[in-house]
């Protein structure tokens, strides 16, 4: 369990603070979120809704508008901290080092351009390539991510295309320039069930072909399973969880976590006869513009104590490569450690 | 798409039917006697009469307008009764002034406006935005002979840097013919520029908030290209929209500028046939004044396509 991860490290995010000015206060979508990614590993950030997973990762190419939007803390790439950059230089950093593809592959291309315009747009900003050698590419980009007959669909334009389609091409795009990250924010929430699972398929080999880090965004842990190393665990704007996957799924040691995990509904169980009830997580996420005192979980934590309203929980490494931010997490299911 | 072209140059002819009858009703019912006009105050009633007459003006309403109707199909718009030259022949004449004025005012305007409302969308809030913004009310709000006269005074009158009034053929330079056309031009243009501007504002500020400009950002491309490659020909079919509707104001605009910067066009054709109830030039300048417009429509639908490939005909 303890075997060192030498792979060179990639991104280093540290302390994260992305806070928007709203009329009615601030709101600390991310709110001190740390976490790396190495060469070539695949990191995944899971949450519900709101919990700052989108944010998080449009900080990272600093995509927030600002203002309203505020980026604090330290995202270094490759030692590089991408918040100190000039515009001009983090243009060149975006779709070359780092990609992104995004969840609405319906609405992320756009629909005056043809699809060979859109992946070769990259190639001509980021290497120089002319028209002709950038739609050549471009071709085979499309091949490469599965897409028949490339040499005609280069020349349609997006509206010609599935939904599943459109996310090739977005994929397409991403991977032009053999970016070292790839930032996928729900890659796979808008498609259809065997879709998603082409997608997935599609990412874990070019993974391989290209070589890319991923970060990958996702409230689906299904997915988490099937592609991440590494899970970061989000919630109200706060990493509270950070393990292996493999350990996540087994010994989850947030409550949070552990609530999750139990909400995902197991495929046949009302065949078996044991037709008991989804497990939930009681209540809403709380309002990100006030302070929280205490853990931010408390308000829907099964395990609450005084001590959680009072004082909040630091991350603290409960286990080899496992960190959690709960008061009463060592009680919890350490028989391993 | 050529059969679409076909079905539409057919679809224009009800369309320059109805323009017709109206054109040739309201003229038929609007008070006045050409025939008065034309004998003059001393004119006995029988003069009158004769002239009347002479001219097919006692004949029966739908008689007339069949014959009018027969000869417009065979290129004869009539001949006016004022100067009894072919009417056809008074607008040949007048075309170019007003084509100059039109086509200059159409490219000034447009090149002035995009850049205008795409910049106050980029910059929305700021003091380049409200800029803008205050330019469109105030463009809208003063009417064209007053920014006409103004610019006149101050330009040509105060300044000296451009010539007051009149208009000289393109056969005789450009720069002498552009000259005379600069101050006309943005006097015609202002309301023009402040429709565009807004439009394009508008537009523009709804299509920079969509996924696809997200991506371009993500993929590293420059404000420039984001606002002009990526956003505008979006935004381009609303834009394209107002600019063609726009025509209608730049027709109706001409009159009045050709009225001011004594311009002989055919706006100064008209004003001047109202004035002498010389019915048959009224007819054959509104005439072409529809059909151009309907012309333009036309066009404007056919662009579409240029700009949005989902829109096929």
């Known amino acids: 369990m303890s075997e060192m991860d030498n792979r060179p490290m ?9 806070h928007f000015r709203t009329m009615d206060g601030v709101n600390r979508a991310v709110d001190g979120v740390s976490f790396h990614v190495r060469s070539g590993e695949t990191l995944a950030i899971v949450g519900e809704s709101g919990c700052g997973k989108s944010v ?12 309203p939007g505020k980026i604090a803390g330290s995202i270094k790439f490759q030692g590089k901290d991408l918040l100190k950059l000039s515009d001009r230089e983090m243009r060149a950093i975006r779709g070359n080092d780092i990609s992104m593809i995004f969840q609405e592959p319906m ?41 028949p007959e490339p040499e005609r669909r280069v020349r349609e334009y997006p509206h010609q295309l599935s939904g599943g389609m459109r996310q090739r091409v977005m994929i397409a795009i991403a991977l032009a320039c053999n970016p070292k990250l790839l930032i996928a924010d729900e890659p796979t929430t808008a498609l259809d069930v065997t879709i998603q699972a082409q997608i997935l398929d599609l990412m874990k080999d070019l993974k391989t072909t290209v070589g890319a880090a991923i970060v990958l965004i996702t409230h689906d842990l299904g997915v988490v399973a099937e592609v991440a190393e590494r899970v970061v665990v989000m919630y109200a704007g706060r990493k509270v969880e950070e393990a292996r996957v493999g350990d996540l799924f087994r010994t989850p040691r947030h409550p949070y976590t552990q609530g999750l995990l139990g909400s995902v509904p197991k495929l046949g169980s009302s065949l078996t006869g044991e037709t008991t009830r989804l497990a939930e997580i009681p209540g809403l996420v709380p309002s990100l513009k006030q302070r929280i005192p205490g853990c931010v979980f408390a308000t829907r934590c099964p395990k609450v104590t005084e001590l959680c309203r009072a004082v909040p929980p630091a991350l603290q490494e409960k286990a080899p490569g496992h960190i959690a931010a709960c008061h009463y997490a060592e009680v919890e299911g350490v028989a391993a450690a | 798409m050529w059969a679409y072209i076909f079905r539409r140059v057919l679809a224009t002819i009800p369309v320059m039917a109805i323009v017709a009858l109206f054109v040739f009703s309201l003229l038929y019912l609007a008070p006045g006697d050409p025939a008065a006009v034309i004998a003059g105050d001393q004119a006995s009633p029988d003069d009158v009469e004769r002239i009347r007459a002479s001219l097919g003006l006692d004949r029966p309403y739908l008689v007339r307008f069949g014959e009018w109707v027969f000869n417009i199909l065979r290129g004869d718009l009539g001949t006016s009764i004022f100067t009894n030259l072919p009417v056809s022949h008074m607008i040949m004449q007048r075309v170019e002034p007003t084509l100059s004025l039109m086509v200059v005012t159409l490219v000034l305007s447009v090149t002035i406006a995009v850049p205008m409302g795409v910049v106050a969308a ?44 009149g208009y000289t053929p393109l056969s005789q330079g450009l720069w002498p013919w552009f000259e005379n056309l600069i101050l006309p031009s943005i006097a015609l243009g202002t309301v023009y520029i402040a429709l565009i501007a807004r439009i394009t504002r508008a537009t523009m500020l709804e299509v920079l908030s ?43 605009g001409a009159v009045v500028t050709e009225s001011v910067f004594a311009i002989p066009g055919l706006g100064r054709l008209t004003v001047d046939a109202i004035l002498r109830r010389d019915y048959p030039v009224i007819q054959g300048v509104v005439l072409l004044f529809s059909f151009v417009y309907v012309l333009v429509n036309l066009v404007i639908d056919l662009l579409y396509t240029l700009f949005d490939p989902r829109i096929r005909y």
């Open chain 1, 10 to 18: 990639l991104l280093e995010v540290d302390n994260l603070q992305t």
């Open chain 1, 56 to 67: 998080t990762a449009m900080s990272i190419l600093r995509l927030i508008p600002e203002p």
């Open chain 1, 107 to 147: 609405t992320s291309l756009n629909p005056v351009l043809t699809n060979g315009q859109q992946i070769g747009e990259t190639l001509r900003l980021h290497q120089g390539l002319n028209a002709q050698q950038a739609e050549a590419r471009a071709v085979e980009m499309l091949k490469l991510v599965g897409i």
């Open chain 2, 122 to 165: 980029w910059k929305q809030g700021t003091h380049a935005d409200r800029a803008v913004m205050a330019f469109a009310v105030l463009g809208f709000s003063v009417p064209v002979f007053v920014v006409g006269y103004v610019l006149a005074y101050v330009f040509a009158l105060e300044l000296d840097w451009l010539p007051v009034q």
């Open chain 2, 210 to 252: 969509q996924d696809y400009i997200r991506t371009a950002r993500a993929k590293g491309v420059g404000q420039r290209a984001i606002l002009f490659l990526h956003a505008l020909k979006n935004a381009a079919v609303p834009i394209v929209t107002v600019i063609g509707i726009g025509i209608a104001l730049l027709i109706g």
